[in-house]
């Protein structure tokens, strides 16, 4: 999610196999970037690229599909960085006004972090409740969300609470 480049996904090819990248991202030369670093094959041999644009175009449907294409034992990873423009130390917004947390208006992308994960467990447990296979070799659903070092202690608490009491 907010994948920019697909950075991440070239330095965890080191760590894994990639099999999949379902890659959201809004800007056109980031996502540009992404799909001639997946046709290069810097993701690693034979990786499907599924490009989605804004994060608020991807639907609950495309989330249970990212769930029902998996193959029994696939794990899944959800990397996520979220706008951090209204978080960030580094002053003021261009038009003067002093940075609004995370319920500014980048930022608050952040709460769609919550609602993927929310989903995508849920779909994970209908797919294992109801296919025998899928149940016998479980996939491991875990995600990894950047987040700012400079951000109040009010937005560090809004961030662990909505991701499920990790600390940020």
Not at 51 to 59: A, H, I, T, Y
Not at 71 to 100: F, Y
């Amino acid at each position: 999610m907010f994948g920019g480049i697909s950075g991440a996904v070239v330095a965890l090819k080191h760590f894994c196999t990639i099999d999949r990248v379902f890659s959201i991202e809004k800007d056109d030369i980031a996502q540009a970037v992404a799909k001639a670093n997946a046709d290069r094959g810097q993701f690693g041999p034979d990786v499907e690229f599924i490009e989605r644009g804004d994060v608020l175009d991807v639907s609950i449907l495309d989330l249970r599909r990212i769930i029902y294409d998996l193959k029994p034992g696939q794990d899944l990873l959800l990397v996520a960085g979220s706008p951090c423009q209204d978080l960030s130390a580094a002053g003021v917004n261009n038009d003067g006004r002093h940075r609004e947390g995370i319920k500014g208006p980048q930022s608050s992308l952040f709460f769609k972090v919550p609602a993927f994960i929310f989903y995508l467990r849920y779909f994970m447990r209908d797919r294992v409740r109801n296919d025998p296979k899928f149940k016998a070799n479980q996939p491991t659903f875990s995600w990894v969300v950047e987040n700012v070092g400079s951000m109040s202690p009010l937005d560090h608490m809004t961030f662990s609470y909505f991701l499920g009491g990790t600390k940020p």
